[in-house]
């Protein structure tokens, strides 16, 4: 007789539980970084160049030390004695912490004070004098390897000129005899925007050096918590374990969280020097100018045809303008991130790779925005050159893409640039994508508008992404290896509290964990507490970014849970006076397999491991796992899109999306579609209107809300989701994929193709994102591609 709980009921695996952290944040009660206030705090203000490109040649901080409730102003100077002028990036290159020799992008960090309140230091800010010596500015890869162009790091003893690496990966002899066989050649080329994350609150450090303990605590808007305690630690030379990083709630990271600042450097410095509490909260222009920039990168690809549709091989070349320092967090062993993903969905004999990156005078770049390091430009081209591939063929485009897919019976995958794909069933997301768009019917409706001089279009994205950064023999950041970790405990009265070493910073973990841990020991979720982001109290983990928190910390919930449940069952064995062997396990509750009435439940184990435990046995419930998952999880998505264009405009407006993701067993469905409906928006928004470049003079065009557009539910169309097709994690201890970043790496093709589908038959291959109506009618009315590389145009 089952006495199973319903695990719906107890919010487990596939309960769509409201989110538990939004009671606080939906009532203005949550505690991110600027609601901090510690007793003698004073306030941190950055000054930032005005220029791109120029020398110092002096910086007079006299009058800023003479204003009353100004206690330290900053320089590069004063950093370099302390050996801190200069920081280590996570790609092993060098970033100015505050700039001693020369400024290399607009919005840099030249001084930075400390103050009683966050006014005067600004204003002391712009009384310090700095006089710039201006330099030639570099704007674009082109520029940065032409014949006489400035070499911007010139701080810098190897480095001649401004390319930071050539690299590639792939099969170069292959691919060319593939190309010897090809029928048809098909080329496009493209240049994916700067964009920026953009979360709603901004980045920002309180740094509390107590010199009686020796310890400093920092609370932070970092999305990796224990790397940066070790960054501290190896930069600073402060002693690890008396540094403690909180990362409280995080208003949104998106990727921007993850690297390591100047601001937080000059914040801890500051409180070691003043031994005061010092808290840096930046400023909306400052996020925007010069933080986590993602993309810029000029994608110039051919594909290799047979004649019927299949594709031979694949070749890519990227420039990638990584800004004034190479800092992009991504496994060291690849220099473009995980663009080689590319074209993993389609079963592509041959493929070569070539990346070249360059430094320019740009804030550096590189943040993996929603993506997986560089998936999202990989999918982007991808996407983009099947969709020219089928109309060079003039195939059906959906055909064309079923033709070439990965297919369900071959399994594992192994893609030609080396991952392994675990499963998936992309055809049947096309389908369920295609019958929901009603494909034929709009093919059909697309033909009759044309005769009337209406322009309709409809774009198709289907991709599969490696997300969940691990396992640990491939991945690691500065060599510190890819795995995470759980730490569950479980009170006597079967109460629990759960830690990880992931951070939450909007993607409902303190819901989702718990439910695993439900699905796993019956233990109801509301019973569960989860916690993150406290250095001196979470297992050692590698945060959350490259949508790995349920690929691997996730996993590790999961796999504590069953340690946990291991202990529990020889505990029940005891309460039931049984041998092991005969005690079943059902959700919740153990029983004796002989007799199934006499059971007992999970909270009576707990109750027993403090109270009742067999002689030998250690007392407590509790446990921590350690995951190192054996390969990343390959979510798939199917986007389709139909667009108006206007002719007379450029204007275009979004008739209809439909979005099939298939990321495994769904934990919590409600927070998946969620998760889906965000990354679409975003896509939407780098696709329509999100513009952050660059004129000639090094000028960020787009350092405010004015010129940098959000989304607003005004704008932004509806999305229709499916969730029928779920082809579970052969891998992951629950079958769950990652979901966080599939939208807003997929969704931009969808858009664009739509918008260029609209336009075919004209000769226009290519317009760059965003697809701005001046942009659309430019190509309508005079027939050509349209590039958005900068400098912007209007400043040429
Ligand atoms: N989930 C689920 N079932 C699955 C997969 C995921 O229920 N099969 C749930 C997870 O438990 C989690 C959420 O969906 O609550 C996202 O999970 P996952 O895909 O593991 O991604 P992460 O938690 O690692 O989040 C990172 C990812 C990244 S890298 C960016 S960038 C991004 C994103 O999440 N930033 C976000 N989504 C965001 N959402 C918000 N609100 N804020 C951000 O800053
Ligand atoms: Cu890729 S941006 Mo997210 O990985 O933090």
């Not at 990652?738 to 969808?750: K, L, W």
Request: hydrophobic share 40%.
């Amino acid at each position: 007789m089952s006495q199973a709980l319903d695990e719906i009921k107890i919010g487990g695996l596939g309960a769509s539980r409201k989110r538990v952290e939004d009671s606080r944040f939906i009532r203005g009660k949550g505690n991110y970084t600027d609601d901090i206030t510690l007793p003698g705090m004073l306030h941190m203000e950055i000054l930032r160049s005005p220029l791109a490109h120029a020398r110092i040649k002096s910086i007079d901080t006299s009058k800023a030390w003479d204003i009353p409730g100004v206690h330290l102003v900053l320089t590069g100077e004063m950093m370099a004695t302390r050996n801190l002028a200069w920081m280590p990036t996570l790609s092993y290159d060098t970033q100015a912490v505050l700039a001693t020799d020369k400024v290399r992008f607009q919005g840099q960090e030249v001084a930075c004070v400390i103050a009683d309140d966050p006014y005067i230091a600004k204003d002391a800010c712009e009384a310090i004098d700095v006089d710039y010596e201006p330099l030639p500015v570099i704007v674009n890869p082109r520029q940065a390897v032409a014949e006489g162009a400035p070499v911007i790091r010139d701080d810098k003893e190897s480095q001649a000129g401004n390319v930071i690496y050539d690299w590639e990966v792939g099969d170069k002899a292959g691919t060319d005899r593939a190309f010897e066989q090809a029928d048809v050649i098909s080329k496009l080329q493209l240049h994916y925007p700067r964009s920026h994350p953009s979360p709603i609150e901004c980045c920002g450090s309180i740094a509390d050096f107590n010199r009686a303990t020796s310890k400093l605590t920092v609370y932070m808007t970092t999305q990796a918590p224990h790397i940066i305690r070790a960054a501290v630690a190896l930069v600073a030379e402060l002693p690890e374990h008396m540094i403690r990083i909180i990362s409280p709630d995080i208003g949104g990271g998106f990727g921007n969280k993850v690297p390591v600042y100047p601001g937080y450097v000059c914040s801890i410095l500051a409180s070691i020097l003043l031994e005061r509490p010092v808290k840096w909260i930046e400023d909306k222009s400052g996020n925007l100018i010069s933080t986590g920039f993602a993309r810029d990168v000029y994608l110039d690809g051919e594909m290799a045809l047979r004649r019927d549709g299949k594709i031979l091989g694949v070749r890519i070349h990227t420039d990638a303008d990584h800004g004034a320092f190479f800092s992009d967090a991504q496994p060291s062993k690849f220099k473009i991130g995980l663009m080689h993903s590319a074209f993993a969905a389609y079963d592509i004999p041959a493929a070569h790779l070539t990346a070249r990156g360059t430094y320019s005078n740009k804030a550096p770049g590189g943040v993996a925005y929603r993506c997986s390091f560089r998936v999202t430009e990989a999918m982007f081209f991808q996407e983009r050159m099947v969709q020219a591939a089928a109309d060079d063929l003039g195939m059906d485009q959906a055909a064309f893409r079923r033709m070439n897919f990965v297919r369900d019976e071959d399994f594992p995958h192994r893609t030609p640039f080396g991952f392994l794909l675990d499963s998936g069933q992309y055809a049947k997301c096309l389908d369920v994508g295609l019958k929901a768009i009603d494909y034929q019917e709009f093919r059909r409706e697309q033909a009759e508008a044309r005769k009337r001089g209406r322009l309709l279009g409809l774009g198709i994205s289907t991709m599969t992404e490696p997300l969940g950064a691990g396992n640990s023999r491939e991945y690691d950041i500065l060599g510190i290896k890819m795995f995470d970790s759980a730490d569950l405990k479980v009170h006597m009265t079967g109460k629990a509290i759960l830690r990880t070493g992931a951070k939450t910073q909007g993607q409902g973990h303190e819901t989702t964990w718990a439910q695993i841990v439900a699905h796993e020991l019956g233990i109801p979720a509301e019973d569960v507490v989860v916690e993150e982001g406290d250095t001196d109290t979470a297992p050692f983990g590698m945060g959350t970014y490259a949508s790995r928190s349920t690929p691997v910390a996730g996993a590790a919930v999961a796999m504590v849970s069953r340690k946990i449940r291991a202990k529990a069952r020889r505990l029940a064995a005891h309460l039931l006076e049984v041998s092991e062997e005969d005690v079943e396990w059902e959700l919740g509750r153990f029983y004796v397999r002989s007799a199934p009435d006499r059971g007992v439940t999970i909270q009576e184990c707990a109750m027993a491991a403090y109270s009742n435990m067999p002689d030998g046995m250690e007392p407590g419930l509790e446990n921590t796992a350690y995951y190192d998952p054996p390969n990343l999880t390959w979510p798939f998505a199917c986007y389709i899109v139909t667009v108006e264009v206007d002719p007379e405009t450029g204007v275009w407006d979004v008739l209809k999306m439909v979005a099939v993701d298939d990321c495994g067993v769904r934990i919590n469905p409600m927070i998946v579609e969620g998760q889906i409906m965000g990354g679409l928006t975003e896509a939407y928004a780098m696709a329509n209107m999100q513009f952050i470049t660059f004129d000639a003079d090094g000028n960020c065009v787009g350092s405010n809300y004015m010129d940098y557009l959000l989304p607003s539910a005004w704008e932004t169309p509806g999305f229709e989701l499916h969730s029928e097709v779920v082809t579970p994690c052969p891998h992951h201890p629950i079958g769950a994929k990652g979901i966080g970043e599939c939208a807003a790496v997929g969704g931009p093709a969808a858009f664009v193709n739509a918008v260029l589908d609209a336009l075919s038959g004209t000769g226009v291959r290519n317009i760059d994102m965003p697809l701005l109506p001046d942009r659309v009618w430019e190509a309508i009315t005079y027939r050509r591609d349209v590039s958005g590389a900068p400098p912007v145009r209007s400043d040429d």
